[in-house]
């Protein structure tokens, strides 16, 4: 996959922001732990270049990934009125359903298996999902890894949880 430099990266990004987020007033950007370290490749680090970019609001977090993955497990388990919380667009649902794998596991030693594409999406995910956990919008992080249900298109109750 080609590497995206930073200084071209949030300008691209922010130009997008403009068309597809006009009328919103303010954003908050989400880095992970690692974007308060400076290396030889760059005197300043990835922190730093997002506020010369003028990116004000922003946070450095550090995700706990196991937490994490259980926060979004259970934010996505939600129900409201007996209908999913959040939802997704069907265009968009394949895509979506990979990206929230998480993981894959190696069935043997049970270690992530990363795959250079959807692993990242996924570490937005659990960014988002450590940050609400954070303040306290997710509270209950001790829900099954998998949602089964009887409903179509979920994972049948007659089917293992997680780990089982």
């Known amino acids: 996959f080609p590497v995206t430099i930073l200084h071209e990266f949030i300008p691209r990004i922010q130009r997008h922001i403009q068309v597809l987020f006009s009328g919103i007033g303010g954003?908050?950007?989400?880095?992970?732990?690692?974007?308060?370290?400076?290396?030889?490749?760059?005197?300043?680090?990835?922190?730093?270049?997002?506020?010369?970019?003028?990116?004000?609001?922003?946070?450095?977090?550090?995700?706990?990934?196991?937490?994490?993955?259980?926060?979004?497990?259970?934010?996505?388990?939600?129900?409201?009125?007996?209908?999913?919380?959040?939802?997704?667009?069907?265009?968009?649902?394949?895509?979506?359903?990979?990206?929230?794998?998480?993981?894959?596991?190696?069935?043997?030693?049970?270690?992530?298996?990363?795959?250079?594409?959807y692993e990242h999406v996924s570490d937005n995910f659990k960014l988002i999902m450590q940050f609400l956990l954070n303040n306290g919008v997710i509270k209950e992080v001790n829900a099954p890894m998998i949602m089964p249900s009887d409903k179509p298109g979920y994972l049948p109750t007659s089917e293992p949880i997680y780990k089982e």
């Not at 970019?53 to 939600?78: D, P, S």
């Open 27 to 117: 954003f908050y950007e989400l880095l992970p732990h690692d974007a308060k370290r400076r290396d030889g490749n760059s005197p300043k680090s990835a922190e730093m270049v997002f506020r010369d970019y003028g990116c004000k609001n922003l946070e450095v977090i550090y995700v706990h990934v196991e937490e994490a993955i259980r926060a979004g497990n259970t934010y996505l388990g939600r129900l409201i009125g007996g209908v999913p919380a959040v939802q997704v667009d069907p265009l968009h649902a394949a895509l979506m359903g990979s990206c929230l794998e998480l993981y894959t596991r190696d069935p043997d030693s049970g270690d992530p298996i990363k795959d250079k594409y």
